[in-house]
């Protein structure tokens, strides 16, 4: 299994951001899909996440702002970012939480290798 992110970038203060990522290999079901972030000297914390009934969470650093949204059947969680503030810049992980490969096997937690989000003018 693989998750592969994009859309990373440069971006000025206000401005806007999708990020996507699919996960791809031996999938059987997602439970959960999201995006971590990690800026420098800090802590990876929780950006948002969707459930597979489309159920969400955000941080509140950014609600109103960032909205998350997946296609369940090609396995993508898409990140869609606005009003971009310096304190977004962070290397942006794709998340997939209980994921089986088979309809029995044991659900496992995968990471993408990150994409860089620099908000800055």
């Known amino acids: 299994v693989q998750l592969v992110e994009s859309g990373g970038g440069l971006v000025q203060p206000g401005g806007s951001l999708r990020l996507s990522c699919a996960a791809s290999g031996s999938i059987f079901s997602i439970n959960v899909m999201g995006w971590y972030r990690q800026a420098p000297g800090k802590q990876r914390e929780l950006v948002a996440i969707?459930?597979?009934?489309?159920?969400?969470d955000y941080a509140d650093s950014v609600k109103g702002r960032f909205t998350i949204s997946r296609d369940n059947g090609e396995n993508t969680v898409y990140l869609q970012m606005n009003s971009l503030k310096p304190e977004d810049t962070a290397v942006y992980y794709c998340n997939a939480d209980q994921l089986k490969t088979t309809a029995r096997g044991l659900p496992r937690m995968y990471w993408g290798q990150g994409t860089r989000v620099t908000v800055s003018s």
């Open positions: 969707i459930t597979t009934g489309g159920s969400t």
